[in-house]
Nanobody
């Protein structure tokens, strides 16, 4: 299994940024693929997840309306389009995959972190005010 996140960087408040996650080595249709983030001193937070079996997407409450998750099966890549970025969006962003689709979706909205089967290395997003 390989999950490789990229696209992080330094932006200003209100800017946009797109993260990419190349995901391979597992059957996409049986898994949920998700983005998490973690800021220093804070718990890991679910940002968004996507399931290609039904096209379902779920967002964390703090990013609804600003972030969009999408996938390109031909490129084995999941994207996270982040708009109207705020300083509180800063952190290390990770992509992850889990076979328990229901658990992953719940993680996005409940604020509770249940763990994921597979993790990639993170990419740093910094938002200056």
């Amino acid at each position: 299994v390989q999950l490789q996140a990229s696209g992080g960087g330094l932006v200003h408040t209100g800017d946009s940024l797109r993260l990419s996650c190349r995901a391979s080595g597992f059957p996409w249709d049986d898994y949920a693929i998700a983005w998490f983030r973690q800021a220093p001193g804070k718990l890991r937070e679910g940002v968004a997840c996507i399931t290609t079996v039904d096209g379902g997407v779920v967002y964390g409450n703090s990013v609804k309306g600003r972030f969009t998750i999408s996938s390109d099966r031909t490129e084995n890549t999941v994207y996270l389009e982040m708009n109207s970025l705020k300083p509180e969006d800063a952190g290390v962003y990770y992509c992850a995959a889990d076979e328990d689709i229901s658990k992953t979706r719940t993680t996005m909205t409940s604020g509770r972190y249940y763990g994921m089967d597979y993790w990639g290395k993170g990419t740093q997003v910094t938002v200056s005010s």
